[in-house]
């Protein structure tokens, strides 16, 4: 996919990775449309500003028919959340926006993108989609069901002409990893090797070598994953 000309609409584009998307994909040449629930807290030059809370349904109707010329979709925002037997509550929230907002907005979005051409839906999960972070299993399980998800949307938009592909990382030097004292990719890495993804026609984009290690442990006996994890904890 050639993002030079291309029109995109990013959820979630007020700070972090989607922030660092919205505005490299000014650079290489895409209209953007920015969107967050709180508008203005986009300060980006080169955008349209869109409110779109991904939970909203009317949000989201709205915005598929005010973006109508949009052929690539990112569906990146999203929140933490803590552990399945914690606040049920925040595990409900946790799937409401990672998994069921995305799924909407993809939903939403799918016939103007088939009207565009087919284009692209860009999935931002997780290392976690594969594994549990102690303590963030709420988020581990809206991450595995994202990643379920573009699977999925991959075969049933086959026939339209719409590529999807899942991007992957451990922790990045963003607001919702403050705190937490391990190795962080730069957000704008992220967004950079991303977008060479998408054009690159990338089912998955496996963004450092923790998750590329998570992932091949698939294939293990999990608890040699659990073994060798323990020791990264404690290290």
Do not use: C
């Amino acid at each position: 996919m050639n993002l030079n000309g291309a029109t995109a609409l990013i959820t979630g584009a007020n700070r972090g990775i989607g922030r660092h998307l919205a505005a490299q994909l000014v650079e290489r040449g895409a209209k953007v449309y920015a969107t967050a629930r709180r508008p203005e807290s986009i300060d980006l030059e080169g955008v349209q500003v869109l409110a779109l809370d991904v939970t909203d349904p009317e949000a989201v109707a709205n915005a598929a028919r005010v973006a109508a010329d949009v052929n690539l979709l990112v569906n990146n925002a999203g929140i933490g959340g803590g552990p399945l037997l914690g606040d049920l509550d925040g595990v409900r929230a946790a799937l409401d926006v990672n998994f069921w907002g995305s799924l909407s907005v993809s939903r939403a979005f799918t016939p103007v993108l088939a009207a565009n051409g087919g284009g692209a839906i860009v999935n931002i999960a997780s290392s976690a989609s594969w594994f549990v972070f102690p303590g963030n299993g709420a988020y581990g399980v809206s991450k595995s069901a994202l990643w379920s998800m573009s699977n999925a949307l991959r075969q049933e938009l086959t026939g339209q002409g719409t590529r999807v592909t899942s991007v992957h990382l451990g922790a990045a030097d963003t607001d919702m990893m403050k705190g937490y004292d391990v190795p962080k990719t730069d957000p704008a890495d992220v967004a950079r090797i991303t977008l060479d993804g998408v054009e690159s026609d990338a089912f998955e984009v496996v963004l450092d070598e923790f998750t590329a290690m998570v992932k091949a442990s698939l294939a293990e006996d999990p608890r040699e994953f659990d073994t060798r994890f323990q020791r990264f904890l404690s290290a």
